[in-house]
């Protein structure tokens, strides 16, 4: 028989798990393991709208009970257990099971596998994303609930990092308080840097901040470096000497990949800037490991790092996974594409935003089409639909 193991259950990893579920069949003697250490998919997209909305906190966590067809849990699995070690030769990836009292056992259990997919995905400020040595939902939650608080009781409130969800958070704290002061702080010179969006864009995201009061100072650094929210009153400076007065600091930045497991398997795969060398089939950039993938967040493909590229990453990757299984192909020979146009679906509080949608060369929309197409409900409905979940009400 033969076996695909894939470690992480995020947006690559389930959409991965879910096409093999789609492609193959139980006649085709594979069988596909899931390894995730939560009991859920943390829906992150909408972690902007958590920390000023009760209500959609419960939409953060969905259950991955019917994540795959029934008619394929025959051979396709999701174990919850956090991988600790992948060796080659034998091809294993040990592994501690995670139990429903979310409790890691210390006893150590192993995976054959012949082909091995690595989604594990990035680390980030917290809450944005799940702390990752706590797989409890209580706990983050509660970091959620804490974030919140101290937004409703602060007055003035700084925002760091200026990517897409800095921009987001500020937004969605001047829609719901509009009296508080928010201000964004980057140190690069144009905020969301880096993602090749036209001028229309950041013409619209700017003036849509400018509208809605929120401040924004970049090419500045922060003289200290923040290590994760903070909720005492303090002053801030910049090594161009400006003071910011803030009650609470939130820190939306601090992008990792996380790659431990294959550095600890071979150093030589990890780039300086952390992350995971591949070719353009995805395969991890080395001979000695054609039957290794690693997919989102965590590799150097040129792809956007989006949870929507990933998914589509792992789609592609269990077409080609199919192919070879049915015979149809000997070796992988498909490159994944980077989109020719950059896209992006920025929200800027629940009535609006700003997107760059891949047509057109890059077609810029504004309020109505970001409302329909994220900002109502940061695509709660369609991922929870994509889970096999419905939305809880």
């Known amino acids: ?90 091809n294993e990836v040990s592994y501690h ?40 939902r209580s706990a983050t939650e509660g970091k959620l609930e804490e974030v919140r608080v101290h937004i409703e009781k602060a007055e003035k409130i700084v925002v760091i990092g200026g990517g897409s969800v800095g921009c987001e958070v500020a937004a969605e704290i001047k829609a719901k308080y509009p009296s508080k002061s928010v201000t964004i702080v980057d140190a690069n010179t144009q905020l969301i840097a880096g993602n090749n969006l036209r001028d229309k864009f950041y013409s619209y995201l700017n003036a849509s901040l400018e509208k809605l009061e929120v401040k924004v100072i970049l090419g500045e650094r922060l003289t200290e470096r923040l290590s994760g929210n903070g909720f005492e009153k303090r002053v801030l400076r910049t090594d161009k000497g400006t003071e910011i007065e803030s009650d609470i600091q939130l820190l939306c930045g601090g992008f990792r990949p996380v790659v431990t497991l294959v550095q600890e398997m071979d150093e030589s795969l990890v780039t300086e800037r ?36 990933a998914g589509e990453q792992g789609k592609f ?18 490159a994944f594409e980077t989109p020719a146009v950059a896209a992006m679906i920025l929200p800027l509080g629940p009535c609006g935003g700003v997107s760059q949608l891949p047509v057109w060369g890059g077609v810029v929309v504004g309020d109505w089409f970001t409302w329909l197409l994220k900002s109502r409900d940061y695509f709660a409905g369609r991922i929870w639909a994509s889970v096999g979940a419905s939305v809880p009400n």
């Open 97 to 136: 099971s995670i139990g429903s009292d979310d409790k890691e056992s210390e006893t150590v259990e192993k995976l054959t596998f012949d082909y091995l997919v690595l989604a594990t995905g990035s680390s980030y400020s917290v809450p944005i994303k799940p702390a990752s040595n706590d797989y409890t």
């Open 1 to 90: 028989m033969t076996r695909i193991v894939i470690i992480g259950g995020g947006a690559a990893g389930i959409n991965t798990a879910q096409a093999l579920a789609k492609n193959l069949t139980e006649a085709d003697n594979t069988e596909v393991v899931v390894l995730e250490k939560n009991s859920f998919f943390y829906h992150v997209v909408g972690a902007p709208r958590a920390y000023v909305d009760a209500d959609y906190t419960k939409k953060m966590f969905i259950p991955y009970d019917n994540a795959i067809p029934k008619h394929a849990k025959k051979f396709v699995r999701i174990v919850r257990g956090v991988a600790t070690r992948i060796s080659v030769g034998p």
């Open 274 to 309: 952390g992350s995971v060398r591949v070719n353009d089939k995805l395969q991890l950039e080395s001979e000695k490991y054609a039957h290794i993938f690693a997919l989102g967040d965590m590799c150097n493909h040129p792809a956007p790092k989006m949870a929507f590229i």
């Open 317 to 334: 990757l269990a077409g080609e996974l199919a192919a070879v299984i049915h015979k149809k192909q000997t070796v992988f020979t498909k």
